[in-house]
């Protein structure tokens, strides 16, 4: 007989303007089970997830763990009494060491003083056990992604966590790397304990899960079997419609391959011993989408920020965008002359989020003379626009005044592909443009990037995720340690699988076949 340890009876969460995140919510967690939560951004999935963890409180309804009601008033109390949770941006101080960051707030002391004897023993046995092939003593600062992550599984491990939370944890692994997490998660499974898994990839929610819960709106639609579940059963629970998902047939265009939109020749950055970039050459063509593929920290966020004009430190070789060379081009120069870009960053770098939706959907051209005379700005001209774009991406708004920070990161994206969109641009960075966004919104933002493909436009594509670069792309590089290991001009004959092994340097083509790259 199944044994419950977590559930939720009637929880609601609305916030102090009246926003009503969670509404009568109603589910339960079986021990030694994997339970998977999906739904849109601004579903409230993370809202419910705080509230289980502590971060947040409940506006009314139960929270039983262990069949008792619990009231959190920290995640220190749900930590207290074995519930864990693994963030989605990592939690980790690069210059301590694993074992520092895995004991920090919870030390075992000797005598008064730190046992970091004990300590090591402790994390390199838990390491060991679960196969996570970890020297405790290493800094973090040292480790692939694929390793930071299994240090915050350490983490709630070294916390007796019965309950684990896991949010988007494969966004920035690769196929292989996904596949060793899955083991592990099972083996966990296998030991009783319980993963509350939360993903936007529905193929990887259907290869792991045993339960599915579905939220829409703040609304629970129901905890379903896995197998009582087809994907598009799936797909329609959480969005209300089927996908689209023929993009081949969306992709079909003219040919405008008659020049390039970006050249990207020789360039390197950093110290010659161990360079950020190592002599990258490519080039995009007019109306074709190039993907750039690797693990994070391999180069990719260098290579956008060179293009782009924000790479603070000096590179060699050149950039041309649209047949000018903009080595020497600030931002706005290069904007001026035809590029857009979506980035990675969208909180940090793409919105001012205390301003209105209308004031950051021109935040890239407020200077256009139809918006702007010189002297005033046409306000009814910018209500006309941003309604417009409002309503072709599906941002989900009561108002164009509404602050851009108070909309879900879905959305937020959308208004950012919106404004990066409507500037016409010839030639677009959109650098992980779907990252932690549902798939509603990440199929908006793949038709506007096909769209602005179709009419002419050379667009980079850099993301982590393969699904995404093998269905946009029409060519595909990939990135690993500062140099591009592979290049695949038929995106056809490449999956996902063998993507990932260039991502993980196992395997590297020659110079000649990458030189295709440039000049194909």
Do not use: W
Not at 110 to 119: G, H, P
Not at 173 to 179: K, S, V, W, Y
Not at 320 to 333: A, F, I
């Amino acid at each position: 007989m199944s044994e419950s340890i977590l559930k939720l009876t009637d929880i609601t969460k609305v916030y102090p303007n009246g926003t009503v995140a969670n509404r009568d919510i109603n589910m339960e967690f079986e021990k030694g089970e994997i339970h998977s939560i999906v739904g849109e951004n601004g579903a409230g999935k993370s809202t419910l997830m705080k509230m289980i963890f502590g971060i947040e409180k409940p506006s009314s309804g139960t929270i039983e763990y262990k069949g008792s009601e619990v009231h959190f008033q920290s995640s220190l109390d749900a930590i207290a009494v074995g519930i864990g949770m693994v963030h989605q941006h990592f939690m980790l101080i690069p210059s301590y060491s694993i074992v520092d960051n895995i004991i920090l707030g919870d030390e075992p002391n000797k005598l008064c003083f730190l046992d970091r004897k004990s300590a090591i023993k402790k994390t390199q046995e838990l390491s060991d056990r679960y196969n996570f092939e970890l020297d405790v003593t290493a800094k973090v600062s040292t480790l692939s992604v694929a390793k930071r992550q299994k240090v915050e599984i350490l983490k709630t491990l070294y916390r007796d966590a019965e309950l684990i939370i896991l949010d988007e944890p494969t966004s920035v692994l690769t196929p292989q790397e996904t596949d060793k997490l899955f083991d592990q998660l099972k083996s966990f499974k296998e030991q009783g304990k319980t993963i509350i898994f939360i993903s936007h990839k529905l193929d990887e929610v259907k290869k792991i899960s045993d339960k599915i819960s579905v939220i829409r709106n703040g609304v629970s639609k129901g905890t379903y079997l896995n197998q009582e579940l087809t994907m598009d059963q799936l797909t329609n629970l959480i969005i209300g419609r089927n996908l689209d998902n023929d993009m081949d047939e969306y992709k079909t265009h003219e040919d405008f391959h008659n020049a390039h939109a970006l050249e990207v020749k020789d360039v390197f950055l950093g110290n010659p011993e161990k360079p950020q970039l190592n002599h990258i050459s490519f080039a995009v063509k007019n109306g074709e989408i190039l993907g750039v593929a690797g693990v994070e920290g391999n180069g990719q966020v260098d290579l956008v920020h060179c293009i782009v004009g924000s790479q603070k430190a000096k590179y060699t070789g050149s950039i041309e965008v649209l047949g000018q060379d903009v080595t020497k081009m600030n931002v706005k120069q290069r904007r001026n002359i035809g590029m857009a870009y979506i980035p990675e960053d969208r909180i940090g770098d793409g919105i001012a989020g205390s301003l209105p939706i209308s004031d950051n959907l021109i935040s890239s051209y407020y200077d256009r003379s139809d918006i702007n005379s010189g002297l005033f700005m046409n306000q009814k001209k910018i209500n006309e626009m941003s309604d417009e774009l409002i309503k072709n991406f599906a941002v989900k708004t009561e108002s164009r005044e509404i602050t851009v920070e108070s909309l879900s990161g879905g959305n937020v994206q959308k208004v950012v592909v919106a404004r990066e969109y409507n500037t016409n641009a010839k030639m677009m960075i959109a650098e992980q443009p779907t990252h932690g966004i549902d798939i509603g919104s990440a199929e908006t933002v793949h038709h506007k990037l096909i769209e602005m493909r179709n009419a002419g436009a050379g667009i980079l594509l850099v993301s982590a995720d393969l699904d995404e670069v093998i269905n946009l792309s029409d060519r595909i590089i990939v990135m690993y340690n500062g140099e591009i290991s592979g290049y695949f001009p038929d995106v056809k004959k490449v999956n996902a699988q063998e993507l990932g092994l260039y991502m993980l340097g196992v395997k590297h083509q020659t110079p000649e076949e990458i030189g295709g790259a440039m000049n194909d």
